[in-house]
DNA sequence: CCCATTCTTGACTCACTCGTCCAGAACGAT
DNA sequence: ATCGTTCTGGACGAGTGAGTCAAGAATGGG
């Protein structure tokens, strides 16, 4: 019946989240992203409404595939349940060593840019690190029947910590500490949680 | 000899640290700063250069001043050792859930939104962060010496630990963290410090 | 008193960016 | 084929913000 698009609407998303992940959300214009997605202005504003419901988008996409990335991360069986753990942990501090260019993590950096005074982005950010901590919960839960982590530690509060600890090495990061420090931290970390009495601490 | 300045150069930046504090780098106006402080803009360019070169002044004396304040709260001696480092992690929670209009810590703002493309702020937060860190391994050394800490354990890297729960915290805080959930991360980070072999764990 | 020098004020320029608009293009239904 | 509808591309308008500039004000020395 209509002209149908020409964009796929995914695809865009990805390319802005580019942008505004490499710029921050002020200083990206919405000219770059039309430029790099190879879209008219006409497209992209009709397409999304305007740039901070493109970045709502764009925020919004991200935080889910985090959750997603590392709730495939962090669930499975209570026999592999701290393996996971320290697999993530180590991911975390591997993939912030990595990152060279000093991008951070979108979420970090929209949440410090936009929270104070975007409630949508609060918001999301909220439910995004809510879901974290859960998911590191879940996961020190099954440490704990498993015998890896102290039974008698909370796990919600050793999950808080782990998720602070994450947190923490991407704010490193992003300061530009070295690898070395970034893997020690993530090492340390995993090094420092209460393992059930009389177990080796090796 | 010459007409002399009507203004205080370190109220204008403290005014302009506040601007910049609040709406980020970018979305800071020079107007706004130039109307906060009185000052023309003519002034204001006549000072301090131009926009990049005043955040620059800010950022560097907002980072001299984070690393003075936790150098009073952390120097002393061995015997009060633990108890600073308790006080500071604890403080740190504190001001963070605290912290309603979630600003969050200038250096983590600053550095998320510039370090990538700014040179200097990236090194100024680096030289910065390593001095939190070797602030708080002194003060874990002390804590060693004083049998608070296991003296086994490596303090630069249980530093370098603590410093990264404590950038947790503020990004925690920023993305809407509750301040039961920062406080618990707080005392819980304390709580899983490696004590002496054989002493008491509470 | 006058002058050189530095500071002040705010209007001005210029570039830039968000968002709009419109003429034209591509499609399916009839 | 024709028509209504939706998408496309890019020119345009309006507003904004960084930085400049020139005329005037305040100071101490001669």
Redesign the interface.
């Known amino acids: 019946m209509a002209r149908p698009r020409k964009f796929d609407e995914q695809q865009v998303l990805d390319t802005a989240r580019e942008r505004f992940w ?3 959300y ?2 990206t214009r919405m000219d770059d992203i039309a430029e790099a997605t190879g879209l008219g202005k006409g497209s992209l504003y009709g397409a999304f409404g305007g740039k901070q419901e493109l970045f709502h988008r764009v925020f919004d996409d991200y935080c889910g595939a985090v959750v997603d990335g590392v709730s495939k991360q962090l669930c499975g069986g209570d026999a592999d349940a701290y393996a996971r753990l320290s697999a993530h942990v180590h991911a975390v501090a591997a993939a912030t060593a990595a990152d060279t ?4 993590c979108l ?3 929209g ?3 936009l ?3 975007d409630e949508t982005v ?2 999301r ?2 439910t ?2 809510e879901a974290l901590r859960a998911l590191l919960e879940d996961d020190i839960a099954a440490c704990q029947r498993n015998g890896d982590i102290d039974a008698d530690a ?1 796990p919600g ?2 999950a ?2 782990v ?10 990061g ?4 070295s690898e070395e ?1 970034l893997t ?2 993530a ?3 995993l090094a ?3 393992r059930p009495p009389g177990a080796d601490r090796g």
Request: charged letters at 20%.
């Open positions: 490499s710029g921050g002020a200083a260019a000093r991008r951070g979420l970090a950096k949440t410090a840019e929270a104070e005074h609060a918001q950010a909220h995004t690190i909370d509060r050793l808080a910590l998720l602070a600890v994450l947190r923490g090495i991407e704010a490193l992003k300061a530009g500490a420090t020690g931290i090492a340390t970390a420092v949680l209460p």
